[in-house]
Nanobody
Framework: QVQLAESGGGLVQAGNSLELSCVASTRTFSKYAMAWFRQAPGEERVFVAAISWTGDSTYYADSVKGRFTISRDNAKNTVYLQMDSLKPEDTAVYYC?????????????WGQGTQVTVSS
C-alpha cells in the first residue's frame, strides 16, 4: 500500500508559475512510476505527466508540453510538477498517482488532490 500526499496548490495569476509536490509513504518509492492527473469542474480526470522509476523518461499531455516539468527525488520519496506559463484552463484539482506500469500509464495508488486555480 502506498499513500500519497500532494501539496503546493493555490491561486495564481495567468502567466505565473506554481510547483506541486507529492510525498509517498513507501520504502520502495523507486519501484513506482509516478504521474500527475487533473480534473476540472464537470470534467473527467485526465493525464498530465508521468515519470519513470529512475526519472530518465518522462511523458506529457500535449496541453502542457513545454510548460510543465515533472521530476522526482527518490531519496526524498517525492515527485514534483513545475508548472510555468499557467493558463486559466489549467484550473483543476491535481492528483498524484503511483504505479508499476509506466509504459501502460496504469496507476494503482492515488492522492487526495490539491486545488490549482489560475485567474485571468
Amino acid at each position: 500500500q502506498v499513500q500519497l500526499a500532494e501539496s503546493g496548490g493555490g491561486l495564481v495569476q495567468a502567466g505565473n508559475s506554481l510547483e506541486l509536490s507529492c510525498v509517498a509513504s513507501t520504502r520502495t518509492f523507486s519501484k513506482y512510476a509516478m504521474a500527475w492527473f487533473r480534473q476540472a469542474p464537470g470534467e473527467e480526470r485526465v493525464f498530465v505527466a508521468a515519470i519513470s522509476w529512475t526519472g530518465d523518461s518522462t511523458y506529457y499531455a500535449d496541453s502542457v508540453k513545454g510548460r510543465f516539468t515533472i521530476s522526482r527525488d527518490n531519496a526524498k520519496n517525492t515527485v514534483y510538477l513545475q508548472m510555468d506559463s499557467l493558463k486559466p484552463e489549467d484550473t483543476a484539482v491535481y492528483y498524484c498517482a503511483a504505479g508499476e506500469d509506466y509504459y501502460g500509464l496504469d496507476f494503482k495508488y492515488w492522492g487526495q488532490g490539491t486545488q490549482v486555480t489560475v485567474s485571468s
